[in-house]
Each structure stands twice: as C-alpha cells, then as structure tokens.
Nanobody
C-alpha cells in the first residue's frame, strides 16, 4: 500500500533551520511527484514545494524561495525539505503528499495520498 510518513518537525528560533523527512513506501519516487504543504490554525492549506524525480524538476512557493530546498534520496525512498532562515510565519503543520501523476502541481486536489503531518514552530 502507498504510505507517506513525515518526521523532523520541532521548535526552533527565528533564523534557525530544520530538515523535514518524508519516507515513502509502496511506490518508488519516480512514480509520482512529491509535494510539501503546510497549514496554520485558521488558514488554508498552501503548497510549499514539489519535486518530480522523473522530470528532474523542483518548484517553490514565492514565500519560501531561496530559504527552503527540496531533495530526494532514491536509495532510501525519502524526500527532504531543508528549511533555513525560518520565520515566525513559517509556523504550521507540514504535510507531504504523493501526486496523482509524476509531474508537479500546486493544488491539494492534484495529490492523492497524504502523510500525518509534522508540527513546525518558529519562535520570535
């Protein structure tokens, strides 16, 4: 079965860094795009980043461009989100999701399987 498990969230001061992991099982990373989304209390879920290993392409929301980096380790079947220069507005639950196809898309409706989420809290 297709499963995604996030880890690596926690509490960090503004300006600090965290690395989130998304461990995939039941498929290989070239089968589907992997997206990162986040949701803060009272706000809509928003797309953060996406990687398509088949295309060799990555995408970032304007709000995180230059600060976050998405990458993959195919041997471990894992996708990472390196988050640097964190801001208070980055505080949210972060989710990884598998797309319905191998190419990246920016909306939640374009993803069919989701992890449980991991909390990221940035203090100021």
């Amino acid at each position: 079965e297709l499963q995604l498990v996030e880890s690596g969230g926690g509490l960090v001061q503004a300006g600090g860094s965290l690395r989130l992991s998304c461990a995939a099982s039941g498929f290989t990373l070239d089968d589907y795009a992997i997206g990162w989304f986040r949701q803060a209390p009272g706000k809509e879920r928003e797309g953060v980043s996406c990687i398509s290993t088949r295309e060799g392409s990555t995408y970032y929301a304007d709000s995180v461009k230059g600060r976050f980096t998405i990458s993959s380790d195919n041997a471990k079947n894992t996708v990472y989100l390196q988050m640097n220069s964190l801001k208070a507005e980055d505080t949210a639950v972060y989710y990884c999701a598998a797309g319905v196809d191998y190419y990246c898309a920016g909306f939640a409706r374009d993803y069919g399987a989701w992890g449980q989420g991991t909390q990221v809290t940035v203090s100021s």
